[in-house]
């Protein structure tokens, strides 16, 4: 199936662990994106990444960084993970070209921090 | 900076009951305004794109308007699984933002 996949679904750790969410599309779209879903389901972005370059950073903490080792995958790592971690994380993905088709999402991944 | 507010928070229709969604928004070069439409424990799913003001796109019982300051999402005669949130988005020179959504139930 052609579709935005994330693992895991679901991730559950403990403070000040490090982990990591994956993301792939095998759409052949040229940019991808991770969204924070927060508990009142406002979805604002982290960053994108179009042909391996960072092009937008939000102002989120330095601990967040995102990894893409290839067109077709853009991971999320975390470091020193905090309460105020918590939330659902949407990867999605896009073709510059054909802005009129949206995004494709993931998904999601719910994060819980304990 | 883009601002995009979405009213009401909730709506709750009795099936057959039609209603609209707004979504206000401001934005400078506005490039398109997006429908998405989120079911709980998913990801956001693309509904439509509207560019101009004046201009509208309908899908089985949604129909999406747009002038300059606001979006309507219509839904006529809705059923049980209209329900989720509908989810607006504005893209100008960057990323897409989104408004915080109105989530819709529809009871038989």
């Known amino acids: 199936d052609t579709a935005v996949s994330q693992t895991p679904k679901y991730l559950v750790t403990q403070m000040g662990n490090d982990k990591s969410i994956k993301c792939e599309q095998n759409?052949?779209?040229?940019?991808m994106y991770w969204y924070k879903q927060d508990s009142k389901k406002f979805l604002k972005i982290m960053f994108s990444y179009n042909n391996k370059e960072l092009i937008i950073n939000e102002t989120v903490p330095n601990r967040f960084s995102p990894k893409s080792p290839d067109k077709a995958h853009l991971n999320l790592h975390i470091n020193s993970l905090e309460l105020g971690d918590s939330a659902v994380y949407f990867c999605?993905?896009?073709?510059?070209?054909?802005?009129?088709?949206?995004?494709?999402f993931g998904s999601g991944t719910r994060l819980t921090v304990v | 900076e883009d601002q995009v507010t979405q009213s009401p928070e909730a709506l709750r229709l009795q099936e057959g009951e039609s209603s609209s969604l707004n979504c206000s928004y401001t934005?400078?070069?506005?490039?398109?305004l997006f429908w998405y439409r989120q079911d709980p424990g998913k990801g956001p799913e693309f509904l439509f794109t509207?560019?101009?003001a004046g201009e509208e796109k309908e899908k089985e019982r949604l129909k999406a308007t747009l002038t300059k300051k606001e979006s309507f999402l219509h839904i006529t005669a809705p059923k049980p699984e209209d329900s989720a949130t509908y989810l607006c988005a504005v893209q100008a020179s960057g990323d897409m933002r989104f408004g915080a959504g109105t989530r819709l139930t529809v009871k038989p």
């Open positions: 934005v400078s070069g506005l490039r398109g």
């Open positions: 999605a993905s896009s073709q510059e070209s054909r802005t009129g088709f949206g995004y494709t």
């Open positions: 759409l052949g779209h040229d940019t």
């Open positions: 509207l560019y101009s």
